[in-house]
């Protein structure tokens, strides 16, 4: 998980500011040489941990917080304050034209450039844009037919000339492919190099000369660290970036490029990637990266997810007929999977508060998902009837059928069985307490 031992570190150090009812200059003192210690092994650039540690001693040793009735969390605040700020602030949104905006992508070798392309692709679309992904890396072998393969799997368009036009031809050729076929948004994934060269630079050059893009985005691999913030510095005095957007971050990736980025090239995080697959994309909120980086959570972000991954209208109907006298194997099934849509327990886990700590790290989530699956297939070994009418399960004979569909033993039916009614009590209450007017889970 990201951030890890930045977030450990940062918790224990804060844990003993909170044990106390007042803090002395001291205090402060010591906590902040354990937070400057921390950022310096999750790689964070030794010039930012200075100005950091300087910003947030000179907020803490305030008298408003020391003379204040909860001076730990005081300082927490202020540490959490100063990371949002100096991962940016607020969100860093896109620009676009008002004819076709292009979008320039670059960045070394396997920082994960043309997936993200079509990570973008995926996340304009769904914000109504037409988008067309465009293949110019010509050196890499399988560049253009791995670009290919991205599109098709999301269903985007792929503008490619082969490998013997010149990037700057294609560039400009498929300015005019999406005015015909009426795109919107030009993605242009670029060359990669295993180091920074010149000629690469400046044929990036003569690719933002040719097509003008509204935003120059640097892709970079946020586990390598102090290392990304170095190609950044370098890609920057080159093309003059609009946004940097990091990848990886579902690695266990130290916290130095996502802290120290900003900071020193001036440029923002825009987007930051998070696994492989096309959807693993999140739109960079420092504020609530810097939550997690205190172990605070991400509420917010899963809730977005939620919203994006699942029909509100499918969840409330599915709600209302979980806490109804009717619920059975069918709807339980259903909300098995609107769960598994929010994606991995562990990463839903990530993002809710106190699930960051330590103790939490000894909870086995796969054990979380491989029961989730047997809970499912046990469900599938149900006819029917059964699932709908669950008071047939009280027969042993049918019990035993169905673990031996699903290839499990009895006990593991009765557990389903055990959890599906436990389920059923807890809604009834909850829809026992909508009905007497108090808010409820899922009604309004
Ligand atoms: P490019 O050379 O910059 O175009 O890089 P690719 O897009 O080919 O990505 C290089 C490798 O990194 C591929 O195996 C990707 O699946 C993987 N990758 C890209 N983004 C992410 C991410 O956010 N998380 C993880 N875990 N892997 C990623």
Do not use: W
Not at 177 to 192: F, H, S, W
Not at 398 to 416: C, E, H, L, P, S
């Amino acid at each position: 998980m990201a951030f890890d031992s930045l977030a450990d570190r940062l918790q224990e150090a804060f844990k003993k500011l909170r044990g106390k009812g007042k803090l002395t200059e001291n205090d402060i003192k010591e906590a902040m040489r354990e937070v400057r210690l921390a950022l310096l092994e999750a790689d964070v650039n030794f010039k930012v941990v200075k100005t950091f540690v300087k910003n947030v001693s000179e907020k803490a040793t305030g008298s408003e917080v020391l003379e204040s009735l909860t001076p730990g969390q005081q300082v927490v605040k202020i540490v959490n304050e100063e990371l949002t700020a100096l991962m940016g602030g607020s969100e860093a949104k896109l620009s676009f034209d008002s004819s076709i905006t292009a979008f320039m992508l670059v960045g070394l070798q396997g920082a994960g450039k043309t997936t993200m392309a079509g990570k973008l692709a995926l996340h304009l679309r769904k914000r109504n844009r037409k988008p067309l992904l465009v293949a110019a890396d010509i050196y890499r072998p399988a560049a253009i037919k791995q670009l290919q393969i991205v599109g098709k799997q999301i269903d985007i368009p792929v503008f490619a000339m082969g490998d013997k036009v010149s990037p700057v031809d294609i560039a400009k050729a498929s300015m005019e492919y999406a005015r015909k076929e009426g795109c919107d948004v030009v993605l242009i994934d670029t060359a990669g190099r295993l180091h920074i060269d010149e000629t690469l630079m400046d044929e990036l050059k003569g690719i933002k000369t040719a097509v003008r893009p509204m935003e120059t985005l640097l892709v970079v691999d946020a586990m390598t660290g102090q290392d990304a913030v170095n190609v950044a510095q370098s890609f920057d005095d080159a093309l003059n970036l609009t946004g940097v957007i990091l990848t990886k971050l579902d690695g266990d990736t130290r916290g130095g490029a996502a802290l120290s980025i900003r900071e020193v090239t001036g440029k923002p995080i825009k987007f930051s990637g998070v696994g492989e697959k096309m959807s693993d994309l999140e739109v960079f909120h420092p504020e609530r990266m810097a939550s997690r980086i205190l172990g605070m959570g991400d509420v917010l972000t899963l809730i977005e997810q939620a919203q994006s991954s699942i029909d509100e209208k499918e969840a409330r109907e599915l709600g209302s007929k979980m806490m109804s006298k009717e619920f059975n194997y069918e709807d339980y099934l259903k909300a098995f999977e609107q769960m598994q849509k929010l994606g991995p327990l562990n990463k839903i886990m990530e993002m809710l508060p106190g699930m960051n700590s330590k103790e939490m790290k000894g909870v086995n989530l796969e054990d979380g998902e491989k029961e989730m699956l047997k809970t499912k297939s046990i469900i599938h070994s149900m006819t029917q009837k059964e699932r709908r009418n669950p008071k047939l399960l009280e027969h042993a004979s049918r019990k035993k059928r169905i673990a031996k569909g699903a290839g499990v033993t009895i006990q593991d039916v009765n557990k389903v069985i055990k959890g599906f009614d436990n389920m059923k009590k807890m809604m009834k209450q909850m829809g026992g307490m909508q009905k007497g007017g108090k808010k409820g889970l899922f009604g309004k």
